[in-house]
Antibody
Framework: EVQLVESGGGLVKPGGSLRLSCAASGFTFSSYSMNWVRQAPGKGLEWVSSISSSSSYIYYADSVKGRFTISRDNAKNSLYLQMNSLRAEDTAVYYC????????????WGQGTMVTVSS | EIVLTQSPGTLSLSPGERATLSCRASQSVSSSYLAWYQQKPGQAPRLLIYGASSRATGIPDRFSGSGSGTDFTLTISRLEPEDFAVYYCQQYGSSPPKTFGQGTKVEIK
């Protein structure tokens, strides 16, 4: 079964750090670009970051640039999001999502992990 | 940055009725890299349509997408009870950011 499972969310104080992980299974992880998308409570979807299959191309939303770092380990079938200098407005459910190799839309999503930034 | 504006914000319809959702882009979306997603409460989004008009695997044919350039439409021909949800459009061209619209909620009238 094709699956993405996020972990690492939790409660963190403003200015703190957190590292999210996304474990992939059921497909050849190293062949796909991957993404992080977040959703603040009661709000819409916001694209956060993308990484190409070999990590050659990395992109960030302006709202997280300089604070978040996306990475991947193809040997471990895992995607990561290192989040530093966290702010209250980073509070959200964070989803990892696969970009389909043929048409690039996000065809597989994890169940999400909640990040709460609060003192 | 391409901004996507969805309308209406909320659509109140009855099962069996036709739903028409709009997504307008602030500039042309290249190669029709426009997708539609469905999200139900407490669930992750699900891909419905990619390339503006192609249905994703397993999506019923009552869902259809159309449009090009800056104007796109998602149509649900006859609403089933499980179709009441929030729908998002997204442009996912090669140049980031891969922006989403703000969503349209389809609710039971």
């Amino acid at each position: 079964e094709v699956q993405l499972v996020e972990s690492g969310g939790g409660l963190v104080k403003p200015g703190g750090s957190l590292r999210l992980s996304c474990a992939a299974s059921g497909f050849t992880f190293s062949s796909y670009s991957m993404n992080w998308v977040r959703q603040a409570p009661g709000k819409g979807l916001e694209w956060v970051s993308s990484i190409s299959s070999s990590s050659s191309y990395i992109y960030y939303a302006d709202s997280v640039k300089g604070r978040f770092t996306i990475s991947r380990d193809n040997a471990k079938n895992s995607l990561y999001l290192q989040m530093n200098s966290l702010r209250a407005e980073d509070t959200a459910v964070y989803y990892c999502a696969r970009a389909n190799g043929d048409y690039d839309a996000f065809d597989i999503w994890g169940q999400g992990t909640m990040v709460t930034v609060s003192s | 940055e391409i901004v996507l504006t969805q309308s209406p914000g909320t659509l109140s319809l009855s099962p069996g009725e036709r739903a028409t959702l709009s997504c307008r882009a602030s500039q042309s979306v290249s190669s029709s890299y426009l997708a539609w997603y469905q999200q139900k409460p407490g669930q992750a989004p699900r891909l419905l349509i990619y390339g503006a008009s192609s249905r994703a695997t397993g999506i019923p044919d009552r869902f259809s997408g159309s449009g090009s350039g800056t104007d796109f439409t998602l149509t649900i021909s006859r609403l089933e009870p499980e179709d009441f949800a929030v729908y998002y459009c997204q442009q996912y061209g090669s140049s980031p950011p891969k922006t989403f619209g703000q969503g349209t909620k389809v609710e039971i009238k």
